[in-house]
Each structure stands twice: as C-alpha cells, then as structure tokens.
C-alpha cells in the first residue's frame, strides 16, 4: 500500500520559532510538494521538487524554504513563524512519466502558531 | 495565469439522487484534468483523471465529463449516498514538472 507520511498530525508553536515539517513517501516518487490549506482559499502550493536537491517555488513560497536530501524525503521549514502561518499543510508526491500525474497526499499537519 | 473556479461552495442532495458538480477553467485547455475526494482532517484522495481528448470517464458510480469548448467538467455521483458526503476538489496540470492547480472544492452533503 503506497504511502505518505508527515511527522506530525498536530503541532503548536510559538511565534519566532523555528519549524520543521517532514514528509515521507515510499512509492520510489521523483516529485514532492508541499501546500498548505485555509479555509476558502482551498489548497496552495508553496514549494515542490522534481528530483533530489532541487525546488522550485510555488504560488506562496515568502517566510518558507525546503530541502530534499533524499530522494524520499521532502522537508518544510518555517524559519521564524508567525501567527499567519497557522494552517494545515499537505504534503504530496507523484510520478514523472507517463501516468496520470495524479499526486498522493498524506494526512496533513495542523500547525498553530501563537 | 490559469483559474480554476469551482461554482458551488456547497451542495446539498437527498440519499439516491444524482450529484452534479461543476469545474471551469480560464486560459489554455489543460492536458488533463483530475478529480480528488477530501474527508474533514485528511488529505485529498485521487478519483479520475480526464484527458483532453476524452469526452467522458467512468468509474463506478462516478462519471466525470471534459468539454473543451466549454472550458468545463462536470463530475457527477450517481445513487448517492451519505457515505459521499465530502468535498471534491478539481485539479488540471499546471506546468511541465508534474504540479497541479486546484480549485477551492465543493462540498457534498447527502442526507439520507
């Protein structure tokens, strides 16, 4: 059963500090993605990677960065979080080539930050 | 820059009735458009992807439909059911490297 999986189902935080969200995939994937989702503004990308060692931003990469140092593992890290950052975020990973394109998604982390 | 515009935030519909829901686009036809499912907490579920010379996929009780002129799909659950009851989110390509542009979603509640 393919999966992916974050650190955290549920994280509080305090504003100022430094976050680091990780996200695993073990179906052998080339992409990974990271977006966060709010309420009527549904789901935006922040960062993804095509292969390992390298990102590109998405629609809302400012307060954010990221590494992949492996091929299954994508990270997100707030470097000083502030209290708009609080969100659920997603991580996702598919294939490259012919497929579907389609993206699996794990279970979210629910970040607060007060 | 490509828009997804789901119409419905939300749609209510009696258990056993068909459930139509509705996703245009902007710009450029994409080259294939995909359908997620989104329980409350999760993470969204991949249902159906649609190509751009495909008229019309099935799966189950699920169809989803892809008119180009249009700039529309249209994804509909037949016999629903209140096990449907999630919001659906659309999704096409958004670029060479595999990333996609999601709608806001519509959720579905089927009262039995």
């Known amino acids: 059963d393919v999966k992916v999986t974050q650190s955290s189902r549920y994280l509080v935080k305090r504003t100022g500090e430094k976050v680091f969200l990780e996200c695993v995939q073990d179906m052998d994937h080339e992409n990974m993605f990271w977006y966060r989702q709010d309420p009527g503004l549904g789901l935006r990308l922040i960062y993804f990677s095509y292969d390992v060692k390298m990102k590109e931003k998405g629609d809302i990469p400012e307060g954010y960065s990221v590494s992949r140092e492996k091929k299954e593992r994508f990270s997100l890290i707030l470097e000083s979080a502030s209290t708009n950052q609080t969100s659920m975020y997603l991580c996702?990973?598919?294939?490259?080539?012919?497929?579907?394109?389609?993206?699996?998604f794990g279970p979210g982390t629910r970040l607060t930050v007060l | 820059s490509q828009k997804i515009e789901q119409n419905s935030e939300a749609l209510n519909i009696q258990e056993g009735k068909t459930a139509t829901l509705t996703c245009n686009y902007t710009?450029?036809?994409?080259?294939?458009l995909q359908w997620y499912r989104q329980d409350p907490g999760r993470g969204p579920v991949f249902l159906l992807l649609?190509?751009?010379?495909?008229k019309e996929k099935r799966k189950e009780r699920l169809k989803v439909t892809f008119d180009t002129t249009l700039k529309q799909s249209l994804f509909h659950i037949t016999a629903s059911q209140p096990a449907d009851s999630a919001t659906y989110l659309c999704a096409l390509n958004g670029g060479s490297q595999g990333n996609l542009i999601f709608g806001k979603g519509t959720k579905l509640s089927v009262k039995p």
């Open positions: 996702a990973s598919s294939f490259v080539g012919q497929g579907t394109g389609e993206q699996f």
């Open positions: 649609i190509r751009e010379n495909e």
């Open positions: 710009n450029y036809s994409p080259a294939y």
